[in-house]
T-cell receptor, first 114, second 113 residues
Framework: KAGVTQTPRYLIKTRGQQVTLSCSPI?????VSWYQQTPGQGLQFLFE???????NKGNFPGRFSGRQFSNSRSEMNVSTLELGDSALYLC?????????????FGPGTRLLVL | GENVEQHPSTLSVQEGDSAVIKCTYS??????FPWYKQELGKRPQLIID?????GEKKDQRIAVTLNKTAKHFSLHITETQPEDSAVYFC????????????FGPGTRLSVLP
């Protein structure tokens, strides 16, 4: 079974631009979560989508948004990029049915904002 | 909300020795505790997990223990090998958080040959 995939793997943007990242979950998984990983703040939860609906949300500004499609693929968008948005963005998928399931991570998209 | 602390932040051991990483959590209702290993430039990989109704779980050289009363859980790696060198993250899943985790800050483990 193929793992979680993310595109693009690397991205360079300038301040003020916007960016869209994509995540394809493991086949059959309906929950997709997004995390931001930085050296200073570690791994922080952004939001989770399940059946095309945002189910949970972390403590990030409204510039960070996402969506999920009927095939469970998810996109994350960051508008008006700031230098501090430079990070590794990881998505993770799971079946989404219970609170005791494992999440499997994708390889991440490394975003550099100049 | 849930807060997860992890110690130590860095750990160096000689090959063949054991390594122990400890985490504490604040929300007594958290019910699932995975450990992820992240090698440089790679994705976090689940190495072991434990659920709140279990006190200990072992998988070859890796074991995890959970003390619900004290709200802490630990990762034990025996007979360490150079390929165990990585950053290890503990995590907790509090109720009402969906599929998502609150992660500890990570422990950088170096296994010296």
């Amino acid at each position: 079974k193929a793992g979680v995939t993310q595109t693009p793997r690397y991205l360079i943007k300038t301040r003020g631009q916007q960016v869209t990242l994509s995540c394809s979950p493991i086949s059959g998984h309906r929950s997709v979560s997004w995390y931001q990983q930085t050296p200073g703040q570690g791994l922080q939860f952004l939001f989770e989508y399940f059946s095309e609906t945002q189910r949970n949300k972390g403590n990030f500004p409204g510039r960070f948004s996402g969506r999920q499609f009927s095939n469970s693929r998810s996109e994350m968008n960051v508008s008006t990029l700031e230098l501090g948005d430079s990070a590794l963005y990881l998505c993770a998928s799971s079946f989404g049915g219970t609170s005791e399931e494992t999440q499997y991570f994708g390889p991440g998209t490394r975003l550099l904002v100049l | 909300g849930e807060n997860v602390e992890q110690h130590p932040s860095t750990l160096s051991v000689q090959e063949g020795d054991s390594a122990v990483i400890k985490c504490t959590y604040s929300d007594s209702a958290s019910n699932y505790f995975p450990w992820y290993k992240q090698e440089l430039g790679k994705r976090p990989q689940l190495i072991i997990d434990i659920r709140s109704n279990v006190g200990e779980k072992k998988d070859q050289r890796i074991a995890v223990t959970l003390n619900k009363t004290a709200k802490h859980f630990s990762l034990h790696i025996t007979e360490t090998q150079p390929e165990d060198s990585a950053v290890y993250f503990c995590a907790a899943r509090p109720p009402g958080y969906g599929q998502n985790f609150v992660f500890g800050p990570g422990t950088r483990l170096s296994v010296l040959p």
